[in-house]
């Protein structure tokens, strides 16, 4: 339904920046540096887990648009966001929410240049990051020979949903690990400036691996092509797959609103490149996103979040088969 959505309003907005629509970010050129723009909508219905603190709720709206700056290699120059808001909501919260945002600008250093605020039926932020670049990233330029790289690890965000909705019981250092992921992500700021001298495409993981991998070859026109066993996935996400009964590697392949970065850079280059990362495949020629698993090579399930889907079970469908 999402996709259907996009697609719709695709045909009728015939003008657009000098980087079409279809990346984590839209830039338009202004002299020698790429001027960036992203939007992204924090709703509490669907974004926000019942033990999400309203301080938690505001930094990640910060977070989420500074994230997909981050991944057109851009530096975050500016904030606005429109807010709006039911006429029941607990004023105590709405200020929880709003030192959120104070706290991820501060951590960011980010200016707030504009607000807005609305009655709405449910809590809803609507969050603007600006960048700027001399040489900017996008998900369509990946290469034959490049290398598929991941920032940090995959899967704690997801795990960290299952363990809270299933109350599966793991030691309490195990609930912060994934905790911290699920509620407190950052987005790879610095990473995505240096990968910006360096890397031939990116993308932010805000619906899952699965789905960003199969965008990057999409848009690229390339066949990726990853190793399950590289894949960076902690003991804590694989304590919580095994006590449900479930895939690891699927469950980190679904693991949306991690905000670290997919990249794809030139082997030659790699030794030149200061942000730490974990290698999971390769780019070739062809097209396609594939994973190998015990030896055997197959097409990459599409996995992870979808808005307009209803619920976890229908979003992460090949996990509850």
């Known amino acids: 339904m999402e996709r259907k959505i996009i697609d719709l309003f695709m045909k009728h907005l015939r003008i657009q920046g000098d980087l079409p629509l279809g990346d984590d970010a839209g830039a338009i ?12 909508m924090l709703v509490r219905k669907t974004d926000v887990p019942d033990i999400m603190t309203p301080e938690q709720v505001g930094f990640k709206a910060v ?5 997909d700056v981050a991944a057109m290699g851009a530096r975050p120059v500016g904030f606005l966001f429109s807010l709006g808001v039911p006429g029941d909501i607990d004023m105590d919260y709405l200020e929880g929410v709003a030192r959120g945002i104070g706290n991820a600008l501060e951590f960011y250093d980010l200016p707030v240049l504009s607000a807005d605020t609305n009655e709405a039926d449910d809590l809803i932020i609507d969050g603007i990051a600006l960048g700027r670049t001399g040489r900017l990233l996008t998900r369509s330029g990946a290469k034959p020979g490049d290398l598929v790289c991941v ?6 965000a997801l795990a960290g949903l299952l363990l809270w909705k299933h109350g599966v019981d793991v030691p309490e250092k195990t609930r912060e690990t994934l905790y911290e992921k699920l509620l407190e992500p950052r987005a790879r700021v610095q990473e995505g400036i240096e990968l910006g001298r360096l890397a031939n495409a990116a993308i932010d993981v805000s619906d899952g691996p699965s789905k960003e991998l199969h965008l990057l070859a999409r848009m690229s026109g390339v066949r ?3 190793d399950a066993q590289k894949l960076p996935i902690r003991e804590e996400v694989r304590a919580v797959a095994e006590a449900l009964g479930l895939n ?3 469950m980190a392949l679904a693991s949306g609103e991690e905000f670290e970065l997919i ?3 030139p082997e030659s280059l790699l030794d030149e490149c ?3 990362c974990t290698i999971i495949g390769r780019v070739l020629e062809g097209a396609g996103a594939y994973i190998t698993i015990d030896g055997k090579r197959q097409e990459m399930p599409v996995l992870g979040w979808e ?6 079970k229908e979003t992460y469908r090949v996990l509850f088969r």
Not at 63 to 67: E, G, Q
Not at 151 to 156: P, V
Not at 307 to 312: D, E, F, I, K
């Open 29 to 40: 050129k202004l002299g020698n540096e790429w001027f960036v723009a992203t939007n992204d």
């Open 63 to 67: 977070t989420m648009n500074v994230s």
């Open 151 to 156: 920032t940090g690890d995959i899967g704690r």
């Open 224 to 226: 990726i092509e990853v």
């Open 248 to 250: 690891p590697i699927e």
């Open 263 to 265: 990249f794809t850079i």
């Open 274 to 276: 200061p942000v730490r």
């Open 307 to 312: 808005h307009l889907n209803r619920g976890v």
